[in-house]
């Protein structure tokens, strides 16, 4: 836990960072839980739905 803690401090956008941690927390859920202050849902709504994967550019 402290190994992700410390990835999502320096790359706190990262969402493989993110998905990763959670799911071995808790498995399925979209709830914070004891260890994080955050998960899924509540991300994407802070940085808005529309930024959740890089744009394309052509």
Known sequence: MPHWRQAHR???NNW?????AWS???PGSQHDTDAYDSNWLKDVEQIGAENYYPKIVA
């Open 10 to 12: 320096l790359q706190p």
């Open 16 to 20: 493989t960072y993110k998905r990763q």
């Open 24 to 26: 071995i927390e808790d």
